[in-house]
């Protein structure tokens, strides 16, 4: 026989009403239904992890069992993490597929008051009498949570990092517009000392200008004038000197 789907007992039944034959043995009389149909109850299995503790990773939980759907419907089963359902989406011969809540629930004591400090055990109903707990369920939620005192730490740690970003930004912001200040200072005053060189130079060049025309018309007028040889000596040698001893060789002894 196959283990995993068992083949059902089928069973004659009746009524017994009073001395009634035709209604003591159905299973002759209808045909539509000759046979009741007795299936073994589902089982399901434990969970295999350490403890019997599952850790939960996925979005849906899944159960392993046996006979789950032969003589049930997804209505008649019932999944209950510690104080709160889990959702049935699907059964199958072997297997039983709940959507768990999305936070991890509390876990339920006997006289169904909550309890946070333990794992919520995993329980499945099938009417009034069949109860199975297959094991606890571990959201892993607490290693996931970030102590209260880091996080402090690490909001006042960022609000810091804000506040001295602010303070660069502030100061880099005024060192440019320093920096751009000086700049166009520097440039105003080159633009007045290239103006003032222009005039400058304009102005010496008129002067030079005005000074060859005067010689040029002076040479016109009274021509070159040129020295003799000796004077032009004596002016190049001794220049600005009038009783050098060399220019008394003309005059007479006293």
């Known amino acids: 026989?196959?283990?995993?789907?068992?083949?059902?007992?089928?069973?004659?039944?009746?009524?017994v009403m009073d001395d009634v034959e035709s209604v003591q043995n159905l299973s002759k009389h209808l045909k539509s239904s000759p046979k009741v149909y007795m299936f073994p109850d589902p089982e399901f299995a434990k969970f295999s992890d350490p403890g019997g503790v599952k850790v939960y990773k996925s979005d849906y939980l899944t159960l392993d069992g046996t006979n789950l759907n032969r003589a049930t419907k997804e209505s008649d089963i019932r999944?209950?993490?510690?104080?709160?359902?889990?959702?049935?989406?699907?059964?199958?011969?072997?297997?039983?597929?709940?959507?768990?809540?999305?936070?991890?629930?509390?876990?339920?004591?006997?006289?169904?008051?909550?309890?946070?400090?333990?794992?919520?055990?995993?329980?499945?109903?099938?009417?009034?009498?069949?109860?199975?707990?297959?094991?606890?369920?571990?959201?892993?939620?607490?290693?996931?949570?970030?102590?209260?005192?880091?996080?402090?730490?690490?909001?006042?740690?960022?609000?810091?990092?804000?506040?001295?970003?602010?303070?660069?930004?502030?100061?880099y912001r005024r060192k440019s517009s320093e920096s751009v200040r000086v700049?166009?200072?520097?440039?105003?005053?080159?633009?007045?000392?290239e103006l003032r060189v222009a005039a400058e130079c304009k102005e010496a060049f008129a002067e030079l200008q005005t000074e060859i025309t005067e010689i040029g018309c002076e040479v016109q007028t009274a021509g070159i004038p040129f020295l003799d040889y000796r004077t032009y000596c004596i002016k190049i040698l001794f220049p600005g000197i009038e009783d050098h001893c060399v220019l008394q060789w003309d005059r007479p002894d006293l």
Do not use: W
């Open 79 to 171: 999944v209950q993490i510690g104080t709160e359902l889990c959702n049935v989406t699907s059964v199958s011969l072997i297997q039983l597929t709940c959507k768990p809540p999305d936070h991890q629930p509390p876990a339920q004591k006997p006289d169904g008051t909550p309890d946070p400090n333990q794992l919520p055990d995993v329980v499945v109903m099938i009417g009034d009498k069949l109860r199975y707990t297959v094991g606890k369920l571990d959201y892993n939620e607490h290693d996931a949570l970030i102590p209260t005192y880091l996080l402090i730490n690490l909001i006042a740690l960022g609000a810091v990092l804000i506040i001295i970003t602010v303070f660069v930004l502030i100061a």
């Open 1 to 15: 026989p196959d283990l995993k789907n068992p083949t059902p007992i089928r069973l004659d039944y009746g009524f």
């Open 183 to 193: 700049l166009k200072n520097m440039q105003e005053q080159m633009d007045v000392l």
